[in-house]
């Protein structure tokens, strides 16, 4: 999509889904929080504008990884249902966290 199609787009909409995958949340540290900074930055303006944004983000998974990366036997890319539902219960506290350090109150 063109720069100005999706500018264009923006400006007519009201309302603007914004979706975070794992893989920005998932990566180094200062990467991550320069993402975060920049996304609230975005999302802040939008909002300043009268749009309605909903942020839909991935990642607890991913995050729970984060959390026990020190133990690979559990990590797998395999992962079954129960492992993959335990990473995310881990990882979706951090998650909620780490946006919660980013959105002003």
């Not at 007519?12 to 200062?30: C, D, F, Q, T, Y």
């Amino acid at each position: 999509m063109e720069r100005n199609s999706l500018s264009e787009k923006i400006h007519n909409a009201e309302m603007i889904v914004v979706k975070v995958g794992s893989a920005r949340l998932s990566g180094p540290e200062p990467e991550v929080n320069d993402f975060l900074f920049q996304l609230v930055s975005d999302i802040r303006h939008l909002r300043n504008l009268g749009k309605k944004v909903i942020l839909v983000s991935s990642g607890a998974i991913a995050r729970g990884k984060l959390l026990l990366n020190e133990l690979p036997s559990f990590i797998s890319s395999k992962d079954s249902i129960s492992e993959r539902q335990a990473l995310a219960a881990m990882g979706q506290n951090r998650l909620i966290n780490l946006y919660d350090s980013f959105f002003p109150r």
